[in-house]
């Protein structure tokens, strides 16, 4: 905090040509010289504290900083765990699904056959053929879900997407 008392250090110069020799404004023979070189210390003794204070303020937001990163370093285990398990049920889940996809098209096959021989209606073909599309659907919802999970994986790993 002592630092705020050291006065800010700037070298200055300066070059003047001048004439008080006449009266003409533009007599270059009747001209005189000066320099001027100098050291110019400032500093603001009474600044109501507000270097001091700024200063505490930024020690106190580096040592909020550190913390949220040690907490971020304590919860990335933890968050990984998270997401990899959720990535391996999504994939477990899209698995499941696309076996559900078969049985359902082996279903309206069986359906449509059924409904050509006679003995099934065109209800249950449609209904056969909307639970298809259903699992279809549970299928792409699957996907997301996985891919959602391995995203959330990768950042928690630090790796770009």
Known sequence: ESVFWVPKVDL????????????ALFD???TREAYNVGVNLSWNIFD???SIAKSR???YRKV?????????????PLEFEYWKRKYMHGASLYQTKLADVEKSEE???LTQHGYRLGSRTNSEVLESLLELFKTRAAV?????????SLISLETVLGRRI
Do not use: P
């Not at 300066?14 to 006449?22: G, H, L, M, P, V």
């Not at 792409?140 to 959602?148: H, K, L, M, S």
């Open 12 to 23: 200055v110069g300066q070059y003047i040509k001048y004439n008080n020799k006449t009266d």
């Open 64 to 76: 909020q900083a550190e913390k949220t990163l040690d907490e971020a370093h304590q919860q990335a």
């Open 107 to 109: 279903s309206l096959r």
């Open 140 to 148: 792409v919802n699957a996907q997301e879900a996985c891919i959602e």
């Open 57 to 59: 303020e930024a020690f």
């Open 48 to 50: 109501g504290l507000a």
């Open 28 to 30: 270059g023979s009747n």
